[in-house]
């Protein structure tokens, strides 16, 4: 059955280190997506990929926060400096695309930890 | 954007009984979804159920989008039941919003 996979699945890291999450979505899905996730809370849209480009990032703390999906496969997100406040999930999900039916897959997430 | 409220915040029952989860929405959506997350943080798919009623063994799901709601029910709930239950809805644009969650403990 295919999956989302993502790497590394744990993270630990000082602050002002920089760090690096990598995403492949489903083969075939065009949308990628990446989330946050506090511990206590629901996840927390950050970016939305359709193919390479970039549909919604309004959530995304770019002064240190940046995602590529070069080739419209797989996606990295990137962290510098990492912050206390950044220990967290990160999650990938990817969809078909499709206005009608755009059912989302989670991958395993990347637990990071910022000391 | 679309606010979503879930409820209860934590349940617990025992082992075998029923439950209802709700899940409330603050405008009109073209996706909802249910996830289990299990313990390890993997979001599990449980239903994709913009409208209507679906069944999956002990788990059903209902959404009245009309009524900007969707409930989603565990009958003889076991122990691996346990984890937190999230509610995603997006509107026509495909922004994607988590509800809170609610927390389900089932007791042996």
């Known amino acids: 059955e295919a999956e989302v996979a993502q790497s590394p699945r744990y993270k630990i890291t000082e602050k002002s280190q920089a760090v690096a999450f990598w995403c492949d979505p489903i083969?075939?899905?065009?949308?990628l997506y990446w989330y946050r996730q506090i511990l206590g809370q629901g996840p927390e849209l950050l970016v939305q990929?359709?193919?390479?480009?970039?549909?919604?990032d309004s959530q995304l703390p770019k002064d240190r926060f940046s995602a590529e999906r070069l080739k419209g496969v797989d996606s990295t997100l990137k962290i510098q400096p990492a912050e206390l406040g950044d220990s967290a999930m990160y999650l990938c999900?990817?969809?078909?695309?499709?206005?009608?039916?755009?059912?989302?897959?989670f991958g395993p997430g990347t637990r990071l930890t910022v000391l | 954007g679309i606010q979503v409220e879930q409820s209860p915040p934590d349940l617990i029952l025992q082992e075998g009984a029923n439950s209802t989860l709700r899940c409330n929405f603050s405008?009109?959506?073209?996706?909802l979804q249910w996830f289990h997350q299990n313990p390890w943080g993997q979001l599990i798919n449980l239903f994709y159920?913009?409208?209507g009623t679906k069944q999956n063994g002990r788990l059903s799901a209902t959404t009245v989008a009309t009524e900007r709601y969707s409930l989603l029910y565990i009958s003889s709930s076991q122990t691996t039941d346990s984890g937190v239950y999230f509610c995603?809805?997006?509107?026509?644009?495909?922004?994607?919003?988590f509800g809170p969650g609610t927390r389900l403990s089932v007791l042996p």
């Open positions: 999900a990817s969809s078909k695309v499709g206005l009608v039916y755009n059912e989302q897959f």
């Open positions: 083969s075939g899905h065009a949308t």
């Open positions: 990929f359709q193919d390479e480009s970039v549909v919604d």
């Open positions: 405008d009109s959506v073209n996706n």
């Open positions: 159920i913009p409208s």
């Open positions: 995603a809805v997006a509107d026509y644009g495909q922004n994607f919003v």
